[in-house]
Each structure stands twice: as structure tokens, then as C-alpha cells.
Nanobody, 128 residues
Framework: QVQLVESGGGSVQAGGSLRLSCAVS????????MAWFRQTPGPPKEREGVAAIVPGVGTTWYAASVKGRFTLSQDNDKNTLYLQMNSLKPEDTAMYYC???????????????????WGQGTSVTVSS
């Protein structure tokens, strides 16, 4: 079983930066694929895949909306996943979740149903 704890959210102005952290513990077998998702305020909707990494290989994928602005990285010594977010925009405002999956591919990484473990989320607010 994998446990995920996010931190690093907050409020920034447009153009600013934040770094989210996801502390990972538990079985390595259940975290073939690690990802960040986000969910915007309002009526319930599907979580949007932001970025994902296959830790054992280092392969990363990004949503088109964040490519070039967000960078996903990992610190194996600290068992921590990071999401560096630069040039933030108001539309990046959301609750950000860390997620783990037994397996994902380039075509499935952004689909929330692929992930079986989720953190509690950390809130990001970007003001204009």
C-alpha cells in the first residue's frame, strides 16, 4: 500500500511560482506511475491530469496546458515527488492531487481511473 501526502500549495499572483511536494511511502510495487492531477472549484468534474512520471525509468508526460511551465521531478533519497510550477496563470487555480498507479502508459497517464491511490490534495490559488 502506498501513502501520499501533498504540501506546498498556496496563493500567488499571476506569473509567480510554487513548488508542490508529494511525500511517498509504502510499497514500491504500487507506484509504477506517479502523477499530479488537479480539480478546479465548482460542480464535480473529472480531475485533470497535469503531469506524470514513471520513476524507475524517468519518463515524464505533461498536459498541453502546462507544458513548458511545469516540471515534474523526483528525489529518490527523500521519496518525494515535486511539481515545480512557473508562470502561473489564474486558470491554474485548483486543488492539486498526487496519485499513484500500478501501471500507466503515454495514452493512459492522464486518466484518473488508472490511479488507485490518492493524496488529500493541496490548494493552489493564482490571482490576476
Amino acid at each position: 500500500q502506498v501513502q501520499l501526502v501533498e504540501s506546498g500549495g498556496g496563493s500567488v499572483q499571476a506569473g509567480g511560482s510554487l513548488r508542490l511536494s508529494c511525500a511517498v511511502s509504502g510499497s514500491t510495487a504500487s507506484r509504477h506511475c506517479m502523477a499530479w492531477f488537479r480539480q478546479t472549484p465548482g460542480p464535480p468534474k473529472e480531475r485533470e491530469g497535469v503531469a506524470a512520471i514513471v520513476p524507475g525509468v524517468g519518463t515524464t508526460w505533461y498536459a498541453a496546458s502546462v507544458k513548458g511551465r511545469f516540471t515534474l521531478s523526483q528525489d529518490n533519497d527523500k521519496n518525494t515527488l515535486y511539481l515545480q510550477m512557473n508562470s502561473l496563470k489564474p486558470e491554474d487555480t485548483a486543488m492539486y492531487y498526487c496519485a499513484a498507479s500500478d501501471y500507466c502508459t503515454q495514452t493512459t497517464w492522464a486518466r484518473s481511473y488508472v490511479y488507485n491511490t490518492w493524496g488529500q490534495g493541496t490548494s493552489v490559488t493564482v490571482s490576476s
